[in-house]
Each structure stands twice: as C-alpha cells, then as structure tokens.
C-alpha cells in the first residue's frame, strides 16, 4: 500500500509542534503500525532527518508504552487493540492517516509523540499498592473469595496503564485507570484493611495531578485495550462516599 502519514513533530516541551506530512510506499498489510512508523524513521535516517520520537517496549499489547492517536481514536480503528497489535491490514491503499500524541493536560508532551505520563504514577503512589502484613503466599482456597468479586478484580488487574482512557476522554479525566487500580485491591481480602483510605488518597493524587472530572461519557471504557468497564467507577464512587462519610464521622 501506499500512504500519506501526517504526523506530529514537536522538538520539546516549549516547542509549538506542528504536523508534518510523509508518503509511505509499499506498505506490507502484514506490517505492524508501529513497524511501519519504524520503516519512516529507517529512510529518514538515511536521508539525515530526525527520526520521529515514539513509545514502545514489548510491542504486545502488554506493557502499554505505546500511546498514538490515529486518526482521532486512541490506538486506532480496531477496538481491544493497543497500537502496537494493530495491522496495517485495517488501512487500503491511498489512506491519509494522523498520528499524534496523547492529548491532556496532566500528560505533556516530551517529544514527537512521546508523552510524560509520571501522573499515572504518583496516582499509584498515593495508595495503589498493600502494606499490611498479609504473610507468604496461602494456600489456594484458604482464603474464600467469592467469585463475581475475583472476576471483577482480575478485570481491573488487566490494566496496562496507557492511558487510552484520557486521551479519548473530553475532559482529560484519569478515573477509569484510578477505578481499575483501585478496584483489583478493593475486592479482595488483602486490600480491605487501607480500602478507604487508599480511595480517598488515589482519588486526590488524581486530581492533584491535573486530570479533569469524570461526566460518565463512557469514551474511556470504549478506547480501553484491555477492555475495563465503566461500572469500575461506578465501584470507585461508592467507595469514596464511604470513605469521606467515615472521615466525616470519626
């Protein structure tokens, strides 16, 4: 195939950006997006242009480094598919297509398409994690879980972390990857003893961070490779009225 790119450049933090346009020719169906974008860069080397700046790492849809808007969706038109999993197979020849970064405020452009998204990370660090004494591994069973709940915690723990939920949300809201990291915690018995306290801290961190407020769109959950519910805000919310009506009432 043959394809007209037009991407994002921008030299840094400070830079106003622009896009760029670029033909690709002879483009495998077979090929990746992301080994596509690696053929550009191959021939812009050899020509001495910079090369464009993205994200990855595993390039297979498990570690969600890779994070493009293409085409105004986030990680493409294949839903439940990272960007690094998508085939060119789902363009035809003559496309123009658009590439572009992350878009929201609490994820600033490094470089290119390459964002900073260090925001994830202090949400995580505001009680994303179980510090209570819990022993060494129990034996399997030894602890009853109830089914639906570890289902749904296994759901949230699906999470990659990309950040597909902001971007395609309008208001640049973090909740679902919040809910998710939350939520794999909540529900079962190792989480309950900082449960409330967990809510309230990442819910704060997440704000603090300069995400906006969640209007239950729903974009999130649809742009989600990993494919988390929007009811995991729904579980999120209740916890935090709990949480905030115990600080209320101690």
């Not at 690094?84 to 600033?108: K, V, Y």
């Not at 452009?109 to 209570?132: E, H, M, P, S, W």
């Not at 995400?211 to 805000?233: D, H, Q, R, V």
Request: proline share 6%; with cysteine.
């Amino acid at each position: 195939m043959n394809l007209t790119l037009r991407i994002w450049r921008q030299h840094g933090p400070e830079d106003k950006g622009r896009m760029v346009t670029y033909p690709v020719q002879d483009v495998s169906p077979d090929m990746s997006f992301l080994e596509m974008l690696d053929v550009l860069n191959e021939r812009l080397i050899l020509d001495g242009e910079e090369p464009i700046a993205f994200d990855h790492d595993c390039r297979e849809g498990i570690c969600g480094m890779c994070s493009l808007m293409i085409n105004g969706e986030a990680h493409g038109p294949q839903r439940g598919t990272t960007a690094c999993q998508l085939h060119m197979r789902q363009f035809s020849d003559g496309d123009t297509i658009d590439i572009e970064p992350w878009r929201a405020r609490a994820f600033p452009v490094v470089k290119d398409l390459v964002v900073n998204r260090n925001a994830f990370d202090q949400i995580i660090a505001a009680g994303g994690y179980v510090t209570a004494p819990t022993g060494s591994a129990p034996e399997a069973h030894s602890v009853p879980v109830p089914k639906a709940d570890a289902d749904a915690a296994f759901e949230s723990a699906a999470c990659i972390g990309c950040g597909a939920c902001v971007a395609a949300c309008p208001n640049g809201s973090g909740m679902l990857f919040t809910a998710a990291k939350i939520t794999q915690l909540s529900l079962l018995p190792q989480g309950q003893p900082e449960r409330y306290t967990r809510v309230i801290g990442m819910v704060d961190a997440h704000d603090e961070a300069g995400f906006g407020g969640c209007t239950n769109i729903g974009e999130c959950a649809s742009a989600c490779p990993k494919g988390i519910p929007l009811n995991t805000i729904g579980r999120l919310n209740r916890d935090y009225l709990k949480a905030t009506a115990k600080r209320a009432g101690s």
